[in-house]
């Protein structure tokens, strides 16, 4: 029992793994290109103390995998969430789900604008913390379980949480509970997924880094074997996905 990654999402789980339109126009209501110098500036001290927030999370499953497009196609930050993140993209993580992993009854809330301290000190209250973007949302599905003494599916949701920093880079934070299983409400799976520009502004590439820590609320004596098993299994999952990611990315239009 693991975590299936975090991408983004739309709002059915009725999803073909066809190829839609692309868009390579961000959608995001702050896009870099009309922001003010000290906006910008604000973006890049906010991402600069988010940065290494993922550092916390003890285990890696991918470091500095890079994203590409295709040929002339410059995969930046607000393109990557037009295509992978936003409710309507059309390589969503629901997408994802459906189609690679075979998860079924998927069903994903859209994405909503999180009011904090942060936004108010700032001046953000519709989500943004100043020019942060936070939005949350919620995916319950329906997963299939490879274990001995459990079902061959199990209920499962997970609570995400997305700040995007303009075209700097985005971070998605997922936390996945499992039911149905035995010994799966002992624990739960957090990871962190961090997509930045591979160099600079100028670069048509991307960075992704995962890395995740199983959780545990209850003692239990299998522990050990929970862990080793979920940290093989996440680690495998999020290969696969970071190799649907780059295949998807190089297939976007210009």
């Known amino acids: 029992t693991s975590s299936s990654g975090s991408l983004g999402g739309r709002d ?4 073909t793994d ?3 339109p692309n868009s390579t126009s961000s959608g995001d209501d702050e896009a870099s290109s009309v922001l003010s110098l000290e906006e910008e500036k604000r973006l890049q001290v906010e991402w600069s103390k988010a940065y290494h927030e993922i550092d916390a999370y003890p285990d890696v499953a991918a470091k500095d995998k890079e994203l590409s ?3 002339e196609v410059k995969l930046d930050v607000d393109t990557y969430f037009s295509n992978f993140i936003q409710d309507d993209a059309p390589y969503s993580l629901p997408n994802y789900m459906v189609n690679v992993v075979g998860d ?3 069903k994903a809330t859209k994405w909503t604008d999180e009011d904090n301290e942060a936004d108010n000190s700032n001046g953000g209250g519709d989500g943004s913390c100043g020019t942060v973007t936070v939005k949350t949302r919620t995916i319950e599905y329906v997963h299939p379980v490879n ?4 079902p061959p599916t199990a209920k499962a949701r997970k609570e995400q949480k997305l700040r995007k920093y303009g075209n700097h880079g985005l971070i998605i934070e997922t936390e ?12 739960y799976i957090k990871d962190i997924l961090r997509i930045e520009r ?5 670069s048509s590439s991307l960075l992704l880094n995962f890395r995740f820590e199983v959780v545990f609320v209850k003692s239990t004596y299998f522990q050990s074997m929970i862990t080793r098993t979920s940290r093989s299994e996440i680690k495998k999952e999020v290969a696969i996905l970071v190799d649907w990611l780059n295949k998807k990315a190089l297939s976007l239009d210009r």
């Open 12 to 15: 059915s789980a009725l999803l």
């Open 176 to 187: 996945t509970y499992v039911k149905d299983v035995p010994m799966t409400d002992c624990f």
């Open 147 to 150: 274990a001995p003494m459990a």
């Open 18 to 20: 066809a190829s839609p």
């Open 104 to 106: 079924t009854d998927v």
């Open 69 to 71: 497009g295709a040929d």
């Open 198 to 202: 591979k160099d600079d502004e100028s």
